[in-house]
């Protein structure tokens, strides 16, 4: 017959090993949550030739390829920020192009591993035209018909952001990249009002679609005009002081400030 004593280790014991086993089994979602916290999964989506490779560049600070302005991508691209203080962010550029990459790249950012936040690039109509298929080479194409590409393919993102965000507690923001802002210098209020919601415009019609389906206390929107050049111009001084205040908004949503 087994002693108390002996019964009594034996539980304490069994107590422990089941403890152990426990904080084992949440360790990786700890890990997990401490990722999510410290390097935020952003989305960035948009139409081809708004110029969504080029942000992310500048935004993780990486070099863009000479020249890939004027190519688009027909598979996601990851990007990663990271400063001193061990804080960033995981971009996923999802393609513009209407194929099954895409399609798949917006699955994998909205369903299978549903991201923090949205950074939708649009460019008030000045996309670069593409080819068919994303081959590059020049092609036409008047503004209107580059503000209702735009809008189309807008609709099929909101409809994954959605349709996320009434099954889980993410996306918890989006932020609307008015891009090429170098283009329209004149106009870049009334091209970011176009882009808010509220404004009657059927940019914002539909991003009021999209708060009325996700909840909109739960959602916050932005909507910040930027310039993907760089150099050591006086104009290119003016695109990385837009670039900064998108850069201040993005940490300021992920908690990093």
Do not use: C
């Not at 997990?32 to 989506?45: D, E, I, N, W």
């Not at 996923?92 to 798949?104: D, K, S, W």
């Not at 609709?155 to 609307?176: E, K």
Request: hydrophobic share 40%; net charge positive; glycine share 10%.
């Amino acid at each position: 017959m087994q002693s108390p004593l002996r019964h009594g280790k034996a539980a304490i014991g069994t107590t422990i090993a089941t403890g152990a086993l426990a904080a084992l089994s949440q360790a990786p979602e700890r890990a997990s949550r401490l990722l999510r916290h410290r390097y935020p999964t952003v989305a960035v989506t948009g139409m081809t030739g708004v110029g969504k490779t080029r942000l992310a560049d500048r935004l993780s600070r990486r070099a863009s390829a000479e020249g890939g302005q004027d190519v688009g991508s027909a598979v996601m691209e990851r990007r990663t920020r990271r400063d001193p203080r061990m804080r960033g962010y995981r971009f996923r550029v999802v393609p513009g192009e209407n194929a099954a990459t895409r399609l798949g790249a917006l699955d994998e950012v909205f369903h299978d591993e549903p991201v923090d936040g949205v950074l939708h690039v649009v460019a008030n109509g000045y996309a670069t035209p593409r080819r068919t298929g994303g081959t590059s080479g020049t092609a036409a194409a008047t503004r209107e018909e580059q503000l209702a590409a735009e809008l189309e393919d807008w609709s099929i993102t909101a409809h994954r952001i959605a349709s996320m965000a009434v099954r889980r507690d993410r996306p918890t923001w989006l932020v609307i990249a008015v891009t090429k802002a170098d283009l329209f210098a004149d106009d870049v209020e009334a091209a970011v009002d176009y882009y808010s919601p509220g404004s009657g415009s059927p940019f914002g019609d539909k991003l009021d679609e999209l708060r009325a389906l996700a909840g909109g206390a739960r959602l916050s929107i932005d909507v910040l005009p930027v310039s993907a050049q760089g150099g050591g111009k006086k104009s290119d001084r003016a695109a990385a002081d837009l670039l900064g205040r998108l850069e201040l908004r993005l940490a300021q949503l992920s908690g990093h400030v």
